[in-house]
């Protein structure tokens, strides 16, 4: 259940179609490419001859300028996109990421963003406009950690609480994985190598918690993250164990509390592992 108002809902809705309105605008001076085409080193866009520059510039900063009023859309429902590479993106935020050489998105990435973000935020209204009062407190699951609502977004706005645990935790690992250069272990190996203590191995480069090894709280943290990684690597292997083939296994969903409760624990290693700092060894100094 939503944690905003319906006022505060309606607005961003507003403002995400007014983006829209000035996207495809823009978009009729441009020419549209796609990935494909682009083959992953040119734009995805770029102006069409015979454009008046001054109305293209125009349009260009009213998408900016709409682009900045509907900027929370995208973190409020969790529709982000992930990008090999890079991982979660805001599509609607990084609009202009499409003139770049290189681009990572392409103007279908827009349009779908946008269109999945206003069906989320009709749902979020129904869900706001249908709560009672109440004195406890509620809570958002789009405010968990990127990169663990962006694998679970999909499948929760449908209900789907079990599919979305199981693909926000495969997600981190994968997230973790291209990031570190580690697609040759599985993910339980990967963990233990990852945050075990230790200096780092060639070719088996290591997360570890910042700070002097003589302070006790980073002491603490460096002995608690790996036996934490570990553990919650072992429950997503049970989820999937349980989830990948519902009607063999169960027909019993995980509630929507049930899910919050897991998702919590991946976004919570989520945030712990940004602050960690990797460390690789040198490979090519003389004498290793």
Request: net charge negative.
């Amino acid at each position: 259940m939503s944690q905003y108002g319906v006022d505060y809902l309606q607005r961003l809705r507003t403002a995400v179609e007014k983006f829209e309105e000035a996207f495809n605008a823009w978009m009729s001076t441009q020419v549209e490419s796609d990935h494909m085409s682009a083959r992953g080193l040119f734009p995805t866009v770029w102006t069409k001859e015979s454009q008046d520059r001054n109305e293209v510039q125009r349009l260009e900063l009213a998408v900016a300028k709409a682009a900045g009023v509907a900027a929370s859309a995208v973190s409020v429902t969790g529709a982000y996109i992930a990008i090999a590479g890079i991982g979660a993106i805001d599509p609607i935020s990084n609009w202009s990421f499409m003139s770049a050489p290189k681009a990572p998105i392409a103007p279908r990435d827009i349009r779908t963003t946008t269109a999945n973000v206003k069906g989320r935020l009709d749902a979020m209204i129904v869900d706001a406009e249908s709560r009672t009062d109440s004195d406890l407190p509620t809570f958002a699951p789009a405010q968990f950690h990127p990169v663990v609502w962006s694998g679970a977004s999909a499948h929760w706005t449908t209900h789907q609480y079990r599919v979305a645990v199981r693909e926000a935790a495969e997600g981190l690992t994968v997230h973790w994985k291209e990031r570190l250069g580690r697609n040759d272990v599985d993910d339980t190996v990967f963990w233990q190598q990852t945050l075990s203590p230790g200096a780092p191995e060639p070719g088996k480069p290591k997360l570890t918690w910042p700070g002097a090894l003589d302070d006790k709280t980073v002491k603490s943290m460096r002995g608690g993250l790996e036996p934490l990684a570990k553990a919650l690597n072992l429950l997503a292997t049970g989820l999937n164990l349980t989830v990948r083939n519902v009607t063999t296994h169960t027909r019993t969903e995980l509630s929507e509390q049930e899910a919050m409760e897991r998702l919590a624990a991946y976004s919570y290693l989520a945030r712990l592992l940004d602050r960690c700092e990797p460390s690789s060894a040198d490979e090519d100094q003389p004498g290793e």
